[in-house]
């Protein structure tokens, strides 16, 4: 099959771009290089730089293309609060770009990497997606309207709309930024490096971390499936953890004890782990790395955390 992967360049979209192409398949990538990295791609990955703003780039990467896989976006929840403009701009107007182009260009399927973060607080766990969202920051609000989009869109027009609400993804490679960098390398970094470890509140909140490969699979298995269209499916690892349970986890694979400061600066939902029923039935998606297995990997395959 022929693939475009809008943010193909980013953490998540790197490897399923060379996940498909190992398997055989061309690929596509746009990426505008804002969060993304060339150097990840596999060099049979076809790469091109630019802004999924940009409808006639989009039409003419899209000829012959049969699914699209639009990752594009802004994706950090503290950046969202301060810039929810940029955000709804990149995330909702992106995604409608997308959309008219794959019209234009007769593609058939778009699949959607959306958030789990479009759950907020809810009163049970772990969450499904007959569940109402309760989007608790600008980042969650922007990709639960993607989702209407792809599906109100793809119903309208005659695209194949599947949305994918990925909880935290985690693995080798992850980028570590200054201002809102992900919790897992973080905690990685500080630990060896002898730093404190930031806590906020009291450690008790918990989330659903889900290692990359695991994702992936998914992702690829959703550019195909039947019986998906207009579903919304979560994927995640199914195991909740607190970030307390986290950090002995961390410890224990590194060997190091934390030294840990505390901050009262909230850090979203109390708690947030996926039900994966639907996940199993419409894709036969079963994850296969735990989390300790998945913070060993990272220990053995990113070079910044070899000693």
Not at 50 to 58: A, S
Not at 168 to 177: D, E, M, S, T
Not at 214 to 219: G, M, N
């Amino acid at each position: 099959m022929r693939f475009l992967i809008t943010g193909g360049a980013g953490f998540l979209g790197a490897a399923l771009a060379n996940r498909l192409v190992a398997a055989g398949h061309e690929v596509r990538v746009l990426d505008d290089l804002s969060n993304g990295d060339q150097t990840r791609l596999s060099p049979r990955v076809s790469f091109t730089r630019g802004d999924v703003g940009d409808v006639p780039r989009l039409w003419t990467l899209l000829q012959g293309v049969e699914c699209v896989y639009h990752l594009a976006a802004r994706v950090h929840v503290p950046e969202s609060l301060q810039y929810p403009r940029e955000y709804n701009t990149v995330n909702v107007g992106g995604t409608v770009c997308v959309l008219e182009a794959m019209r234009d260009a007769g593609v058939r399927r778009v699949v959607l990497a959306s958030s789990g973060a479009v759950y907020g607080e809810q009163a049970e766990q772990p969450v499904r997606e007959d569940m109402t969202p309760n989007p608790q920051s600008p980042y969650a609000v922007s990709k639960l309207a993607a989702e209407y989009y792809v599906r109100t869109i793809g119903l309208l027009w005659g695209i194949e709309a599947v949305c994918l609400r990925i909880f935290n993804a985690y693995g080798p490679g992850q980028p570590l930024r200054a201002s809102f960098p992900p919790v897992i390398p973080s905690f990685l970094q500080r630990i060896l490096s002898g730093g404190s470890v930031i806590i906020h509140g009291d450690g008790s909140s918990t989330r659903d971390f889900v290692y990359i490969d695991d994702v992936v699979d998914a992702l690829v298995t959703a550019g195909s499936a039947s019986n998906v269209d207009r579903r919304v499916i979560n994927v995640g690892s199914g195991v909740e953890t607190s970030v307390r349970d986290l950090l002995r986890l961390v410890e224990r694979v590194t060997g190091r004890e934390a030294q840990t400061l505390n901050s009262r600066t909230p850090s979203g939902a109390s708690r947030l782990c996926a039900d994966l029923t639907l996940a199993h039935e419409l894709l036969g998606y079963t994850p296969q790395v735990t989390l300790e297995e998945g913070l060993r990997r990272i220990l053995a395959e990113d070079p910044r955390f070899r000693e």
